[in-house]
């Protein structure tokens, strides 16, 4: 028989319900329409009281005023949608069926999260080794977010470990007689993730607590068990219901969706990944700490002043199409490249104007740049540094140290 709730019990069920769903419609990585985010922004100028309140587009952060107002109006929406249907269905006896049905939801979002980063991490999508800026850049310069993102790529079997931990997550969260394992070793994955992202400033803290929040929704259906076996010591057993419809074309529809969701997960996942592993060869990457910079006939020493932007001071290279720059007063130029690696010229372009031609040649630790930039004559003669030049990358792991690499 099934049991009656109180009031107040089924209106908390009701509003965890509500407010999973809102969530996952309305998450930082969502589709997103142009009418509610109108209605969002109308919410928190006229609801919230919030001045000049508009949504900041392709930031990519997760942590933006708008995405705060977003969960603040899920939470009160979803409250008002539980007390709502409370007060008509007040005689129905509970909403189990349709708690059990938010829990598996939540199961394959959470699911599906955790492949994706998973498998960004092992093809080197979210952090990639270490850029000729960033390791020529001050740590002290460094954002804390940048400082993550520099600490885990420059381990690549740290990173691929720590996406094959979150894949190990996501596909225990799959199946019904793995869900609370998963979910435990999901939730603990994700507990570190939320503390580099808490104290390191990544703006992605609201999505990842609430990975971790829905772990513990999914959780709660086994928590008394869980309390008695962890807590209280005492013999138990997790409930599993095996999914049996009493037709079996229903059986067979809901495992052809189940595997084309994750089939479908796995190959979103890795196509846009596995060009990274196809990377061309760039003969001439690296960074070139300029010694000499000449500019139709006139030498410009490197630092001559802070507000000289004239005079360059590195050159960095990671790729065939991109070429990056500092000028004497640190400021940091982009400009597209196509390279010619017979003729061994690069063709720098602006907002898809040509600005200047290179043509560069080496000397064993040494480069020349010659040609033109911005109609004017220009000459480089620069230190060429490559990644293996850096000790954060060639150090390697050792496993005797007589004494502390710790420098």
């Not at 994706?116 to 954002?143: C, H, I, N, T, W």
């Not at 996406?163 to 609370?180: D, N, P």
């Not at 490197?302 to 065939?320: E, M, Q, V, Y």
Request: glycine letters at 6%.
């Amino acid at each position: 028989m099934t049991k009656r709730r109180s009031l107040f019990s089924k209106i908390i069920q009701l509003w965890l319900v509500s407010y999973v769903f809102l969530f996952i419609a309305t998450s930082q990585f969502s589709f997103s329409f142009s009418f509610f985010e109108r209605f969002i922004e109308w919410f928190g100028m006229t609801v919230l009281g919030l001045a000049k309140f508009e949504k900041i587009h392709h930031t990519g952060s997760g942590d933006t005023l708008y995405n705060y107002v977003v969960v603040m109006f899920c939470v009160i929406f979803s409250l008002i949608i539980a007390m709502a249907v409370s007060a008509i269905k007040r005689r129905k006896g509970n909403f189990d069926e349709l708690y059990q049905f938010t829990v598996v939801v939540a199961r394959y979002f959470v699911a599906y999260t955790l492949v994706v980063y998973g498998f960004a991490k092992v093809f080197e999508g979210q952090f990639a080794s270490p850029g000729y800026f960033r390791l020529e850049q001050k740590v002290g310069d460094m954002s804390p977010m940048g400082l993550v993102w520099t600490f885990m790529g420059a381990s690549r079997p740290y990173t691929v470990v720590s996406g094959l931990l979150e894949l190990a997550g996501g596909v225990l969260l799959f199946w019904r007689r793995t869900k609370t394992i998963g979910a435990l070793f999901s939730m603990t994955v994700m507990l570190n993730v939320a503390f580099l992202n808490f104290f390191y400033d990544v703006p992605v803290k609201i999505f990842s607590s609430h990975i971790i929040l829905l772990c513990l929704f999914i959780l709660s259906y086994d928590l008394r068990p869980l309390v008695d076996f962890f807590v209280f010591h005492r013999p138990t057993r997790l409930p599993y219901a095996p999914y049996s419809p009493p037709k079996r074309w229903k059986l067979i529809t809901t495992r052809v969706i189940k595997y084309a969701f994750i089939c479908g997960s796995i190959v979103m996942s890795c196509a846009g990944l596995w060009s990274m592993l196809k990377k061309e060869p760039v003969p001439h990457e690296g960074a070139y700490l300029i010694d000499t910079f000449v500019l139709n006939g006139d030498s410009i020493p490197p630092k001559r002043a802070t507000t000289n932007t004239l005079g360059w001071s590195k050159i960095f290279i990671s790729s065939n199409h991109h070429f990056n720059y500092l000028d004497n007063a640190e400021n940091r130029k982009y400009l597209q490249m196509n390279t010619d690696t017979l003729k061994k010229t690069l063709s720098l372009s602006r907002d898809g104007k040509v600005v200047g031609v290179l043509q560069y040649s080496f000397q064993r630790d040494s480069a020349i740049f010659t040609g033109h930039f911005e109609n004017r004559d220009i000459y480089i003669k620069s230190l060429r540094k490559q990644k293996k030049d850096y000790s954060l990358i060639n150090r390697g792991f050792h496993w005797i140290n007589d004494y502390p690499p710790n420098w």
